[in-house]
T-cell receptor, first 114, second 111 residues
Framework: GAVVSQHPSRVICKSGTSVKIECRSL??????MFWYRQFPKQSLMLMAT?????????EQGVEKDKFLINHASLTLSTLTVTSAHPEDSSFYIC??????????FGPGTRLTVL | RKEVEQDPGPFNVPEGATVAFNCTYS??????FFWYRQDCRKEPKLLMS???SGNEDGRFTAQLNRASQYISLLIRDSKLSDSATYLC????????????FGTGTRLLVSP
């Protein structure tokens, strides 16, 4: 199956700092990438959808100025959590979709904000 | 009402048992349906798609009832390695083919 990587896999940062997470499709071109967040014992919640070269579409309740998404190429999307706070601590997972409807998930990034 | 509802479990079963999970969805315009498996602190992995005619993949059988907006997953001859959380996932369509995830049903298979 297609491979999607995320970096870093784990990050611990101080409150107020910004954190960038990268999502790459390694062996296919992803026209659409998705960013999800999962809090403990809860389901994955879609945060935003990004298409290469255009602005991301954010889900209701997700602050676009706080969660900056860039999809600069067909293989890379980045999520920047700006001025992170402890309540932003979560498991962030990206997925990528190529020419088929199947979404391939990255391994996730565990963010802890102190 | 949640868009996708599942019994969170946990379902505790012995090895070799048969276990069934159910899921209901609220959006009648949903286009496609999936079961994903998620291990602790890992990303979800696609287990199987679910078709109206029902489909089987080895020990796993999935069924879809569009009229009742109900999806099921049956696991036969449970293995220890089947222990995981099983996520019911619905593609509600739209331009971006948005996936909506249930909270998952936890399965624990014991020796």
């Amino acid at each position: 199956g297609a491979v999607v990587s995320q970096h870093p896999s784990r990050v611990i940062c101080k409150s107020g700092t910004s954190v960038k997470i990268e999502c790459r499709s390694l062996d296919f071109q992803a026209t659409t990438m998705f960013w999800y967040r999962q809090f403990p014992k809860q389901s994955l919640m879609l945060m935003a959808t990004s298409n290469e070269g255009s602005k991301a579409t954010y889900e209701q309740g997700v602050e676009k100025d706080k969660f900056l998404i860039n999809h600069a190429s067909l293989t890379l999307s980045t999520l920047t959590v700006t001025s992170a706070h402890p309540e932003d601590s979560s498991f962030y997972i990206c997925s990528a979709r190529g020419s088929t409807d199947t979404q391939y998930f990255g391994p996730g990034t565990r963010l802890t904000v102190l | 009402r949640k868009e996708v509802e599942q019994d969170p479990g946990p379902f505790n079963v012995p090895e070799g048992a048969t276990v069934a999970f159910n899921c209901t969805y609220s959006n009648s315009a949903s286009q496609s349906f999936f079961w994903y498996r998620q291990d602790c602190r890992k990303e979800p992995k696609l287990l199987m798609s679910v078709y109206s005619s029902g489909n089987e993949d080895g020990r796993f059988t999935a069924q879809l009832n569009r009229a009742s907006q109900y999806i099921s997953l049956l696991i036969r001859d449970s293995k220890l390695s089947d222990s995981a959380t099983y996520l019911c996932v619905v593609n509600i369509g739209g331009g971006f083919q948005k996936l909506v995830f249930g909270t998952g049903t936890r399965l624990l298979v014991s020796p």
